[in-house]
T-cell receptor
Framework: KAGVTQTPRYLIKTRGQQVTLSCSPI?????VSWYQQTPGQGLQFLFE???????NKGNFPGRFSGRQFSNSRSEMNVSTLELGDSALYLC???????????????FGPGTRLTVL | GENVEQHPSTLSVQEGDSAVIKCTYS??????FPWYKQELGKRPQLIID?????GEKKDQRIAVTLNKTAKHFSLHITETQPEDSAVYFC????????????FGKGTLLTVNP
């Protein structure tokens, strides 16, 4: 099976702009989670989607939003970009079988966002 | 919410030595604990995981132990090799309807030839 893919791989934006990142999960995976990775803070949870519904959200401002489509592909959007938004944005997909047990999360290669 | 502390932040060992990375978690409802390895410029890759109904799990040179009472879990790498050099992240997954993995801040492991 093909792995998790993310587009674009690199982005350079200026403050105040907005950006949309895309994530295609492994075929058959229904859950997509998004993380922000920075050198000082590690991997911080942004949100998780399952069947087009956001099931959980991390402690990020409302400028960060996401959605999931019926084919499980997911997008995240950051509006009014700030310098501090520069980071590697990773998505991860999992089966989410609904048994109550956690399923392994498989990560994409990430999108490197630089805000100037 | 869940909080995961990971130590040490950096670890340097000689090739052939063992390496141990320790994590503690705060939410007693957490029931799944994966470990990821991230090489420079690459995506995190799962290397081993353990569920709360198991105390120890091994996979060749890698082992993970879990102490639910103390709420801590550890990664053990034996006979380290230069290709083990990477950043290692522990994580904890709370059961129920949280659907969230909380990560430690990572350990940079350097294996010196």
């Amino acid at each position: 099976k093909a792995g998790v893919t993310q587009t674009p791989r690199y982005l350079i934006k200026t403050r105040g702009q907005q950006v949309t990142l895309s994530c295609s999960p492994i075929s058959g995976h229904r859950s997509v989670s998004w993380y922000q990775q920075t050198p000082g803070q590690g991997l911080q949870f942004l949100f998780e989607y399952f069947s087009e519904t956001q099931r959980n959200k991390g402690n990020f401002p409302g400028r960060f939003s996401g959605r999931q489509f019926s084919n499980s592909r997911s997008e995240m959007n950051v509006s009014t970009l700030e310098l501090g938004d520069s980071a590697l944005y990773l998505c991860a997909s999992s089966l989410s079988r609904g048994t109550g047990a956690a399923d392994t999360q498989y990560f994409g290669p990430g999108t490197r966002l630089t805000v100037l | 919410g869940e909080n995961v502390e990971q130590h040490p932040s950096t670890l340097s060992v000689q090739e052939g030595d063992s390496a141990v990375i320790k994590c503690t978690y705060s939410d007693s409802a957490s029931n799944y604990f994966p470990w990821y390895k991230q090489e420079l410029g690459k995506r995190p890759q799962l290397i081993i995981d353990i569920r709360s109904n198991v105390g120890e799990k091994k996979d060749q040179r890698i082992a993970v132990t879990l102490n639910k009472t103390a709420k801590h879990f550890s990664l053990h790498i034996t006979e380290t090799q230069p290709e083990d050099s990477a950043v290692y992240f522990c994580a904890a997954y709370s059961g129920g309807s949280n659907y969230k993995l909380t990560f430690g801040k990572g350990t940079l492991l350097t294996v010196n030839p």
